[in-house]
């Protein structure tokens, strides 16, 4: 594959050219099956299951007993901590990881997405399945297309000048606006489960976030007044926000870019747009696994827990193949996320007047 089929920044590096590796994947497959580890675990599921509506419902209990003070505003960031985590469930369940039966992990995950955490189990499974197809590619992966951030330079197109400037400083505003993706999640949610023919069992669906919502409102509003009620579910959406954009964003944000229409082998395809961040298992609770997210990509049904197990075993066949392996620390992930980001702002800042720059627009 030729180097021109990627779309970089200025300054970056294209990945090396790619063959096709389609039988060195089975044979890694092979042996990561032989050794167990897409086993299911449900021991460990039922545990975080049992552990997450324990908390929830301590925190609910919580709400009632501090009554109607503004006080209640330090258990938002517990319930967004506890939401994210039942978030995480809902995405390991809509992967086939906790049950074999795709029935019952469709089931779990409408529970725990739907009903619990107030994202619609079709809507996230529809768009996942594609990022999870064509990672960081132009045209198919929607997790690159922003109508306010530009992930790659072919987005700076047809941008005025007001949004031009804020784009050459868009690595800097991506943290205030994490404080805003939980709205954006819960609106995308809702707004799909409205169309008809958007996400599949549409009317359950409806039902299932419109009964969260309810369920939602009437704790809030049985402890403390319409206004208190209302700064807690805007602090508890701005910090969900700030930890789900938190462990989407630095995974291939700043990665290599594919070309419209390119096709590439599935390893190269998941690895090279793929990184990991490293930090143990303070890390691994906040990030919900996902920090492992070349495994997850190569293993997407794999058990959250097993992908720390697997991990030696895959980085070890990228360098048998030569193939780059990206894991960065948390602070050097987000760094690399703001320089990619900045990098891009700044090409089309210059598009006009460096050649350089010019070179990269597709």
Request: aromatic share 10%.
């Amino acid at each position: 594959m030729s180097t021109d089929q990627f779309v970089g920044t200025p300054g970056s590096t294209p990945p090396r050219p790619a063959r096709r590796f389609t039988s060195s994947y089975t044979a890694l497959s092979q042996r990561v099956r032989a050794a167990g580890l897409l086993e299911r675990r449900r021991g460990y599921y039922w545990r975080r299951i049992a552990a997450t509506l324990l908390a929830l419902s301590a925190l609910a209990a919580t709400v009632q007993v501090v009554g109607n003070t503004w006080w209640q505003l330090l258990l938002a960031p517990l319930v967004a901590l506890t939401l994210s985590q039942v978030a995480f469930l809902g995405h390991d369940a809509a992967h086939q990881q906790i049950f074999t039966s795709p029935r019952w992990n469709a089931v779990a995950s409408r529970f725990l997405a739907s009903l619990l955490a107030g994202l619609s189990h079709g809507w996230w499974t529809g768009k996942h399945n594609v990022h999870h197809a064509a990672p960081n590619q132009i045209g198919r992966d929607t997790d690159i297309d922003s109508k306010v951030l530009a992930f790659h330079p072919e987005a700076l197109e047809d941008k005025g000048r007001a949004h031009r400037w804020f784009l050459t400083h868009q690595g800097f505003w991506l943290f205030p606006l994490l404080l805003l993706e939980g709205f954006n999640l819960h609106y995308d949610s809702a707004t799909a489960v409205l169309r008809r023919g958007a996400v599949k069992r549409r009317r359950l669906e409806v039902v299932l976030l419109a009964s969260r919502w309810v369920a939602y409102a009437t704790v809030l509003l049985l402890a403390m007044s319409p206004g208190k009620a209302a700064a807690f579910v805007a602090v508890e959406l701005a910090l969900f926000g700030v930890l789900l954009g938190g462990a989407f964003a630095p995974n291939h944000t700043g990665m290599p870019v594919l070309a419209r229409g390119v096709k590439q082998d599935f390893l190269h395809r998941q690895v090279l747009a793929s990184r990991n961040v490293s930090g143990g298992r303070l890390v691994d609770f906040f990030m919900g696994g996902l920090n492992r997210q070349v495994e997850h990509h190569l293993f997407p049904n794999m058990p959250r827990p097993n992908l720390r197990l697997v991990q030696p075993m895959v980085r070890r066949h990228c360098q048998e193949l030569g193939m780059p392996y990206t894991e960065e620390s948390f602070a050097g992930a987000f760094a690399a996320v703001v320089a990619h980001l900045n990098a891009v702002g700044l090409a089309g800042r210059r598009q006009q007047t460096c050649p350089l720059a010019q070179q990269f627009r597709t």
